[in-house]
């Protein structure tokens, strides 16, 4: 999970936790001396276990457990730049067919930039980035579409009291994560984080639109562009670990008895389901 809000699912809760963390550290630890004060660290770092890796609704690991982590480094002029990533199998399962093409691809490799200031007031952080996507694979077929996608976006943080979040629009300038003709893409997403002041509590909310451009509608082919939304609950323990649970889903299509997002077994990926992640950031 990285700062920038990769809707990871558990990535808002996770980078509300961080702040919060941060924030209950300062109240506890600060000198009375402000001159004692060392400066904040320019690099993050975070690692995180959770149960079922999902991606704007997705699961990327087959409803199994990853293991994800990544680090930032955030100058003071605003300009960042970082790397996250994650175990998957989505990539070997959508190309293997059964293990018939032996298509491996473990790992999702995230790389970004972008610049992020509070341009309209405290509280209000402006934000402009590109991600680069990679799927190292082995094994793919020369008929697949290369499931790499760098995408562009601009991100509006917002604070009113306990309550912060952002408003995001993504947009792919490359085929978009193995569709064909799909440039031009895009995810516009809200993201809410409630912080209770009780325990340690947060409540998370999210509500995105993928669009996946350049698709024909195909007579029993459904509709890859699709809704998912999340509820969830995250438990800042201090010194940088966060406990997040979720309840995620999406209206994603069915076509007869094919799911446009489906498991080797036939399950829909973009099933309804709870899930249980746990981070901790340096």
Known sequence: M??????????????????????????????ENPEDAAAPSPIAANVTVVSDYRYRGISQTNFKPAIQGGFDYAHESGFYIGNWNSSISWVSDAN??????????????????????????????SDLGVLQYYYPTTGMPSSATNPNTTEIYAAQNYTFGPVAGFVKFSYAVTNTFGYSNSSGSYYPDLTANYDTGIWGL?????????????????????????????LGLTKDFGGGLALAAAYIGTNAAKSGSTYAYQSPSGKNLGGSTGIVSLTKTF
Do not use: R
């Not at 920038?4 to 509300?16: C, G, M, N, P, R």
């Not at 919060?20 to 506890?28: D, P």
């Not at 970004?112 to 341009?119: D, I, M, N, Q, T």
């Not at 409540?203 to 082919?221: E, L, P, T």
């Open 2 to 31: 990285k700062k920038l809000y990769k809707t990871a699912i558990s990535a808002a809760a996770v980078v509300l936790l961080a702040g919060l963390a941060s924030a209950s550290a300062f109240a506890a630890d600060t000198p």
């Open 96 to 125: 293997s067919a059964g293990g018939k093409n032996n298509v491996s691809a473990p790992v999702e490799m995230d790389f970004y930039a972008g610049f992020k200031k509070e341009l309209i007031g405290e509280g209000f952080a």
């Open 202 to 230: 947060a409540v998370n909310a999210h509500v995105g639109y993928q669009k996946i451009a350049g698709q024909n509608v195909v007579a029993g082919v459904p509709t890859a562009s699709y809704t998912d939304w999340k």
